[in-house]
RNA sequence: GGGCGAUUAGCUCAGUUGGCUAGAGCGCCACGUUUACACCGUGGAUGUCGGGGGUUCGAGUCCCUCAUCGCCCACCA
């Protein structure tokens, strides 16, 4: 059989033939199987905002690695699929388009039809990013693939809110939220994003009602938000202005010490300032103080309302004036300060970013021209004292990038104090592991804050909350309305005056108690709410299902190390809270890709690289074996970027300048194409330029090599047949060969067990192409050609193969199969002494095992000096300029046992570097002008009395004299150091002392060789 | 402000418990189409391992410190 195979791996027709193969075959499904031990994934969900980002394809790859790692290891493997209904993004994005492109709000459509948008939206994206998974090569199992809202997991959702609420673990409050004014929905602090923004420092007089003589006619206050003294409702001082400014007084003396001399002036300027306070503030605000003792109140103006002047630590009298307005609704220091005082809390804002009757006149006005309008009344009134320019933190919504106000709502939270607790526990007992482990520090920290889980999201987009609210009813309404049912659970929320029901199984009917009305909760649930109970809801909880038992816990978890608190955490606590078991043994954090400038990767930075752009150029493989070759434990991933001209295919550079623009022109043919910003139809036009990075092509030449060495295989395995191998029938490179192989297997498998993706995908890479192709392969050309030796050549060729292409197959999948069911046609039995059927497909043949017996270290050092000759040889005919086809002659001065060795090695010094050996061995004598390369313990002399350049080999010898002189100087010195000979180990001083014996030989040789060369000369 | 990480060849990165004459790929230089592979082969050049101090017989590796960069968390009127 004799086949024409293509000089470069086609990689898209290879990915569309072994993907459909491996589905159709089944072998990506899995069912629970008591002869197997399970091996689980649940995948990350992506959002289905959008489709997938080359961050998306490193952890889906780095999953899929270990899954088919594992599915060969004889492991019942199991990935199960899905997306994330993503909430607020997935909103924000619909309503963001149906406003572009229809110039409608959510409010205009109304629920279901907005609802039934996003879905539409969802069945489109969804599809698009699992065929994305598909194209990756991702060994999901389909028929198990989730969605968080889709009926099963949206019962387990209802399941695990109803026994919360049970449990007194959800609960309802008034709590100060980040309110998103574009979208209308509250944000967790994890959607928020702060942002240095000028603005101003106003301060401003608050009148002082009916002072007494001598006291202050006002108080000064300094706000950068005028626009909330509408809703201020007191003035606060600190109860010991200059007890607090002692405080800071040592503190910052204390930090003065400790500084270095580049931050002392700024402290010693911070001190002069507070010196400077103490005269110009203190006595002032000791004044004020005791009048807020004595009760006396301030008027409010614009508002003419009464507010109180009150004494509370939050006043720091260092800050400002010293003196801080309290605004309860709209600040969350001022919220705590308003709880602990007592103080009413008047929100003067509407839902939609308005201010709301409450503000008085400026009632209607949005946030921006309400502050305008404040400030001007205030000038006007002569209370307005001094306005500062002044940079300003201000609060963004993630999402939609609006301001982010805070405001007092209704919400459901979830009482973390218990539930975090567990999941400390977790991982500080080592039941969940994360690695690397740095990251668990992170995760305790934030769980010990135990902050209540605001649970409530005022969307369309969701798991709509499982309450209705009934305010008519008594207690004994609703146990006859509800008798004998153990799915509806209600108690009464005194500070609202009404009953909170929960309905665990199927909404509640409006009139479910017979003559009242049921209303039910709007909002729906946080997304992280369902994605916290991912590992188990996937499984079929509630339900106690075989396959529960069988997959959960999961293996491990795979993710990025931005939502260990928000998902991860949450995970943890949510499988113990239903499930009573963690959901993962293992959590592995992987890095994060950079670009070029060491920024992460986005559109809205427009260098984000899309995988499909690099499965196209380079391949899935490719893609695949490069992400894994990148991934190391303590490194982001810095990817420089480029836009691939797509008229000459060359690359260019990204820049901050060239990553914006709408259009490019390539430096080198000057055509021009177009990115992603092209807006206008002229720029349109133009053929796009893909976002690359060449950071792939080691990836993609590796897997041509692989190819390439499959392609020689099957050009010379035409009359493979298989038999028992006797050990004796082996040659030298033969063992070597298997001997690298059984320690690469080892090394592989350690690394994936550890999740050292690079420290796997490098030793595959060494081995792949130094040792089996530029070796291995070169050596075996002969013998291939010679029917005697054949048999046994062709068959460790094509076991090695067999071997190299299962321990690659999780990082090359496509490539490594496609070899694989070409071998099979050949060589259907591969194997040494014991040959044996080859699997139907690589992805489920075994995973290589270590066989010990042919590790053998003594064939590995033989072999070791044969390179080291072979390649002594081959400088010198580099340095010399021998013509390739001219052979030469060589000979080896070296000891009796080192000339064994080498001797069977004869022909490959032929065929490697068209040199003929001479002689090995000590008796070896040298012509008179040679070229020579000293080994320690060996000689090579190429007899060149013909052609040397006498000079060069001259210059070559003197250069290689003076560094082996450096390095006998640096090893003597240390070893006529006292202290190292009698405190370092024993073997470390053996071993320096035998180098400097080596490199004392190795510069006699090249000495004498100098020497000799000098006479010609 | 708190925490974490990084800094090694022009670029991107390896470097286990200290034993290093510091490696790889790309790029660079020279030579080369020898039928698996030019997405290739052979050979070559390239580093005060961010700066300073310390521990040690010995430091890229451990400790302290400074500098620069990145990420996360918390934020003051």
């Given at each position: ?32 199987d ?70 409608l ?22 599809q ?17 693939t ?34 998103d ?46 626009e ?5 409702t ?9 007890g ?26 911070q ?26 109140k ?11 002047l ?37 929100s ?19 946030i ?14 002569a ?36 539930l ?78 009404q ?45 106690s299902t ?10 491990v ?62 391949g ?20 420089p ?76 395995l ?23 192989l ?70 090359i ?34 995973w ?35 013509p ?5 002659e ?15 090695m ?7 570097a ?21 080994l ?21 010898k ?19 150091n006292?202290?190292f ?22 510069r ?14």
């Amino acid at each position: 059989m004799n086949r024409e195979l293509p000089k470069q791996y086609d990689h898209a027709t290879a990915q569309k033939r072994w993907y459909a193969f491996w589905e159709e075959k089944g072998f990506f499904h899995s069912e629970p199987d008591e002869n197997k031990r399970p091996f689980t994934i649940v995948i990350p969900p992506p959002n289905v905002t959008g489709a997938l980002h080359l961050g998306h394809a490193l952890n889906n790859t780095l999953q899929d690695i270990l899954v088919r790692h594992r599915r060969m290891q004889g492991f019942e493997a199991l990935w199960v699929p899905g997306t994330d209904h993503a909430g607020i993004a997935t909103q924000a994005v619909v309503e963001r388009r149906l406003f572009e492109e229809e110039n409608l709000t959510r409010h205009d459509i109304g629920r279901d039809e907005l609802v039934e948008r996003i879905w539409s939206w969802k069945a489109a994206y969804e599809q698009r990013i699992l065929g994305q998974l598909k194209e990756m090569g991702c060994s999901c199992d389909w028929q198990r693939t989730r969605f968080t809202l889709d009926p099963v997991c949206a019962r387990a959702v209802r399941h695990t809110f109803f026994h919360m609420f049970k449990d007194k673990l959800v609960f309802r409050g008034k709590r100060l939220v980040n309110w998103d004014t574009m979208l209308q929905t509250a944000v967790s602090d994890d959607e928020v994003f702060h942002e240095t923004v000028p603005g101003h420092f106003w301060y401003f007089h608050y009148p002082v009602i009916d002072p007494k003589p001598g006291e202050p006619t006002e108080v000064t206050i300094a706000t950068t938000r005028p626009e909330t003294m509408l809703g201020d409702t007191a003035v606060a001082v600190h109860p010991d202005p200059a007890g607090a400014l002692d405080k800071v007084e040592k503190d910052l003396k204390e930090r003065l010490a400790a500084a270095s001399e580049k931050q002392k002036p700024e402290i010693q300027a911070q001190l002069d300032d507070l010196a400077e306070r103490r005269k110009t503030h203190l006595p002032r605000l000791v004044q004020l103080r005791d009048m807020a003792a004595d009760g006396r109140k301030l008027l409010l103006p614009l508002m003419n309302r009464e507010i109180p002047l009150i004494a509370d630590e939050w006043a720091k009298p260092e800050m400002g004036t010293g003196c801080v307005k309290i605004t309860p609704a709209h600040d969350p220091n001022d919220y705590e300060v308003g709880l602990r005082q007592s103080l009413p809390m008047i929100s003067i804002l509407n839902l939609d970013g308005t201010l709301n009757e409450k503000a008085g006149l400026y009632a209607g006005k949005t946030i921006a021209e309400a502050r305008d309008a404040v400030v001007a009344d205030l000038e006007k009134e002569a209370l307005l004292v001094e306005v500062e320019d002044r940079e300003i933190e201000l609060a963004h919504s993630d999402r939609s990038k609006a301001p982010i106000e805070p405001l007092l709502t209704d919400q459901w939270f979830v009482k973390m104090d218990d539930l975090a607790q567990t999941a400390m526990d977790a991982v500080s007992d080592g039941r969940v592991r994360i690695t690397p482990n740095r990251y668990a520090k992170g995760y305790h920290d934030w769980l010990s804050e135990k902050r209540d889980w605001p649970i409530s999201r005022q969307l369309w987009w969701g798991h709509q909350i499982p309450i209705w609210f009934c305010k008519t009813a008594t207690e004994e309404d609703l146990k006859k309305a509800f008798a004998g049912r153990d799915d509806v659970f209600w108690y009464r929320d005194e500070a609202y005056g009404q009953w909170l029901i929960c309905a665990q199984e199927e909404d509640l009917a409006e009139d479910a108690v017979p003559g009242h009305q049921l209303t039910r909760e709007e909002d729906v649930l946080d997304t992280w709410f369902s994605s916290a109970i991912w590992p188990h809801s996937t499984l079929g909880w509630p339900e106690s299902t075989e396959e529960l038992k069988y997959y959960y816990p999961t293996s491990v978890l795979i993710t990025s190390r931005d939502i260990i608190t928000l998902w991860v955490a949450r995970m943890v606590l949510a499988g113990l809270f239903n499930v009573g078991e963690i959901p993962f043994h293992d959590v592995y954090i992987h890095p994060k890709i950079l670009d070029g400038f060491g920024e992460g990767m986005s559109k809205s930075k427009g260098n984000g690289v899309d995988p499909l752009d690099v499965m196209e150029k380079f391949g899935a493989d490719s893609l695949r074996f490069g992400i894994a070759y990148l991934t190391t434990e303590t490194q982001d991933i810095r990817m420089p970027v480029e836009f691939e001209c797509p008229h000459c295919q060359k690359l260019i550079e990204q820049t901050k300048k060239n990553r914006i623009l709408p259009r490019v022109k390539c430096p080198f043919c000057a055509g021009e194409f177009s990115t992603q910003w092209a807006e206008n139809p002229e720029d349109k036009a133009l053929p796009r330029g893909a976002v690359v990075s060449d950071r792939f092509e080691l990836a993609r030449n590796f897997c041509n090599k692989l190819w390439n060495a499959s392609r020689f295989a099957m050009m010379n395995l035409e009359e493979y047949s298989s038999r028992p191998i006797a050990d004796e029938e082996l040659l030298v490179e033969d063992r070597w060969i298997l001997s690298r192989l059984a320690t690469v297997t080892d090394e592989v498998t350690e690394a994936l067990d550890q999740f050292k993706y690079a420290d796997a995908a490098r030793a595959l890479y060494g081995f792949a192409w130094d040792e089996f192709c530029s070796f291995f392969v070169e050596m075996v050309k002969g013998r291939l050609q010679d029917e005697a030796t054949r048999d046994v050549a062709g068959q460790v060729l094509a076991y090695t193969l067999d071997t190299l292409l299962r321990l690659l197959h999780p990082m090359i999948p496509f490539l490594t199969e496609e070899v694989w069911q070409l071998l099979g046609e050949l060589a259907p039995e591969r194997g040494i002494d014991s040959p044996e059927p080859a699997a139907e497909s690589v992805m489920i043949a075994p995973w290589p095992e270590v066989d010990s017996k042919w590790a053998d270290a003594k064939i590995e050092a033989q072999f070791a000096r044969f390179q080291e000759v072979l390649r002594g040889v081959r400088e010198i005919r580099a340095r010399q300029g021998v013509p390739p086809k001219k052979a030469i002659e060589f000979m080896v001065r070296c000891d009796a046992e080192e000339a064994a060795l080498l001797e069977p090695m004869k022909p490959y010094f032929e065929s490697m570097a068209a040199a003929h050996a001479v002689g090995f061995g000590p008796e070896v004598a040298p012509p008179a002008l040679a070229a020579n390369v000293a080994l320690p313990g060996a000689e090579i002399f190429v007899d060149l009395a013909d052609l040397i350049d006498v000079e060069a080999e001259i210059k070559k010898k003197q250069e290689e004299l003076d560094k082996i002189e450096g390095f006998i100087l640096g090893k003597k010195k240390k070893l006529e150091n006292e202290n190292f000979v009698s405190r370092a180990p024993a073997v470390v001083v053996e071993k320096e002392r035998e180098g400097l014996v080596e490199l004392e030989e190795k510069r006699d040789a090249t000495a004498l060789a100098l020497e000799q060369l000098k006479k010609q000369a």
